[in-house]
T-cell receptor, first 117, second 115 residues
Framework: GAVVSQHPSWVICKSGTSVKIECRSL??????MFWYRQFPKQSLMLMAT?????????EQGVEKDKFLINHASLTLSTLTVTSAHPEDSSFYIC?????????????FGSGTRLTVV | AQSVTQLGSHVSVSEGALVLLRCNYS??????LFWYVQYPNQGLQLLLK??????LVKGINGFEAEFKKSETSFHLTKPSAHMSDAAEYFC?????????????FGSGTRLSIRP
């Protein structure tokens, strides 16, 4: 079945530094990738949608200059949290999609827990 | 705009009892509907999905859900709860536009199983 690998699974960084999270589709070409953010005991909030080779579309209220998304290939999307602050600490999850994929496209990574100290 | 409402942030049932997790949706177009399960510090696993075929959808781990258009509901059930079912469950909706369509999640229901 479709597999999405997300790396790292957890990361601790100092305030003011940048962190990059990778999302890879291992056995299919992901035309679209989604990035979600989840606070403790809350639901997943969509941050942005990225299509391969084009700029990401950000949801209202998400700072595109802070959360940089790159989808340079059909198997890799990255989320970079720039100048991270403690309030950016959260669980970030990616999802990859492709036409014809079994579940109509939505396979999730295992998530990245970011802690900013 | 699409949305889902999950009734009950926390549901507790005894092992062996019926599990019923409620989800109501709102959509201006025929929706795709999903149920996902999330274990602590993990991503989401698809339990089942409705994409306009049979209204009664069977998923993994003995779960099933019924799409009821008249009630705009997509409740998740399992006849007999197991301890391993304890997790967070999310109902989600998407439009039928394409594989690039967004999935919108409900607020989640935490399922606890009593021995």
């Amino acid at each position: 079945g479709a597999v999405v690998s997300q790396h790292p699974s957890w990361v601790i960084c100092k305030s003011g530094t940048s962190v990059k999270i990778e999302c890879r589709s291992l056995d299919f070409q992901a035309t679209t990738m989604f990035w979600y953010r989840q606070f403790p005991k809350q639901s997943l909030m969509l941050m942005a949608t990225s299509n391969e080779g084009s700029k990401a579309t950000y949801e209202q209220g998400v700072e595109k200059d802070k959360f940089l998304i790159n989808h340079a290939s059909l198997t890799l999307s990255t989320l970079t949290v720039t100048s991270a602050h403690p309030e950016d600490s959260s669980f970030y999850i990616c999802s990859a999609s492709a036409p014809g994929q079994g579940t109509y496209g939505y396979t999730f990574g295992s998530g990245t827990r970011l802690t900013v100290v | 705009a699409q949305s889902v409402t999950q009734l009950g942030s926390h549901v507790s049932v005894s092992e062996g009892a019926l599990v019923l997790l409620r989800c109501n949706y709102s959509s201006s177009v025929p929706p795709y509907l999903f149920w996902y399960v999330q274990y602590p510090n993990q991503g989401l696993q698809l339990l089942l999905k409705y994409t306009s075929a049979a209204t009664l959808v069977k998923g993994i781990n003995g779960f099933e859900a019924e799409f009821k258009k008249s009630e705009t509901s997509f409740h998740l059930t399992k006849p007999s709860a197991h301890m391993s079912d304890a997790a967070e469950y999310f109902c989600a909706v998407s439009d039928r536009g394409s594989s690039a369509s967004k999935i919108i999640f409900g607020s989640g229901t935490r399922l606890s199983i009593r021995p």
